[in-house]
C-alpha cells in the first residue's frame, strides 16, 4: 500500500536530479574551505537572499543555534514567540549550549508578535535583568497555521530593533514558502535581518541541510560556533549537490503545495467532526480540530494510519497536515474520501 505521508514536509525524498547532482558532485575538504559544491551553495543562496555571505550546516535547529551563539553573549536574552519553533521543539538548546535566556512573547494568531509586546519585552539596563540582545522571528510560521509573514511587519520589527540596538535573526526554514505565498523575492522579506537561516530539507525536497545567511563578519564568526557543536562537515559537497538543485528547481512549484493544502482545508471543512477555517490556510501546513469528543485525536490518526493516510496530532484536539513534493491532487481526493469513511466508522 502507497502511504500518503502528511505528517511533514520533512519527509520527502531527493528528486532524480538531486540525486544524479549528488552522485557527480565535486567535493573537497569543507572545513578547509575547500568543498566547492558547499561554496556555490553558499554563494547561491547569499545572492538569493541578498546577504554578503551563508553557512551550509546540517539542520534547521542547527542554523537556529549557531545563529543564537553568534548574536548573543551567556546571560544574554532573546524575544521570541510562545509559538516559536526555536522555544518549543528546539530542546532550549540556546539555553544548554549558549547560556541564553528565553523570554517569550505572545504569537498572534498570524505568527506575527505585536509590536508593543515587543517594546514592553525589551530590559532596561538594571543589574537585576539579563540584557536584551536579539529579537527572534519565524517565516512561515509552524504552529501558527504557516502563516507567512509580510515584508512591512519584518521591517517594522527591523526598525525598532534597531532603535534598541537590538539584532534580529528569522528562522525562515520556509522561508521560500512565505515568498511564494506572497509572490515577492524571499530577500524582500529578510531586508531588516542581521541573520536567517532556510531549510533544503523540507518544502525544496533535499535530503539534509540548511544554511545561515548574513554578513561576510557574522559568518566568519558563525563557522567556529557551527564547529563547536560538531557541525564542521568534510566532503558535504554531495549533501550541498542536492541543495543547489533544491534552490534552483525546487522553489516554484511550491505553489502546487500551497493549492493542494487549500484544497484539502476546503474539503475537510465540509466533514462532519471536522472544523477548520480554509482562509486560515495560506501555505503548505494546515492544523484542524476533531470537534467530537467521543473519539480522539490519536485515534482517528492510527485509524488513518491504517488505511494508508499519515497525518500527525497536535494539542490541544487538532491534527497537522503538510503538503509536499510528493502529494497530488489525487491523493488529496483520496484523503477527503477516506477521512470521511473513517469518521463515519468510529
Ligand atoms: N520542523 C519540523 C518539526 O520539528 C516540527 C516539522 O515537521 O515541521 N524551524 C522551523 C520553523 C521548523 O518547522 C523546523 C522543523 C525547524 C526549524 C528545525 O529544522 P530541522 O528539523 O532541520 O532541525
Known sequence: MRMIDLRSDTITQPTPA???????????????????????????????????????????????????LVHCARGDEVILGDQSHIFFYEQGGASVVGGIHPRTVTNQPDGKIDLQDIKTAIRTDDIHFPKTSLILLENTHNRCNGCPIDADYMNAVGKLAKSYGLKIHVDGARLFNA??????????????????????SKGLAAPVGSLVCGTREFIKTARRARKIVGGGMRQAGVLAAAGVVAINEMVARLKDDHGNA????????????????????????????????????QMLAEKLNSKGIRLLTSEPNKLRAVTNYHITLNDIDMVLNVVADVLKSL
Open 262 to 297: 487549500k484544497t484539502l482545508a476546503k474539503g475537510l471543512a465540509e466533514i462532519d467532526g471536522l472544523s477548520i477555517d480554509p482562509d486560515d490556510v495560506k501555505t503548505n501546513i494546515l492544523f484542524f480540530e476533531l470537534t467530537r469528543s467521543d473519539i480522539t485525536t
Open 18 to 68: 538531486m540525486r544524479r547532482a549528488m552522485a557527480n558532485a565535486e567535493v573537497g575538504d569543507d572545513v578547509f574551505g575547500e568543498d566547492p559544491t558547499v561554496n556555490l551553495l553558499e554563494e547561491t543562496v547569499a545572492e538569493r537572499l541578498n546577504k554578503e555571505a551563508a553557512l551550509f550546516v546540517a539542520s534547521g535547529t542547527m542554523a537556529n543555534l549557531v545563529s543564537q
Open 179 to 200: 515568498a511564494i505565498a506572497q509572490d515577492v523575492e524571499a530577500h524582500n522579506l529578510v531586508k531588516a535581518a542581521d541573520s536567517v537561516s532556510i531549510c533544503l
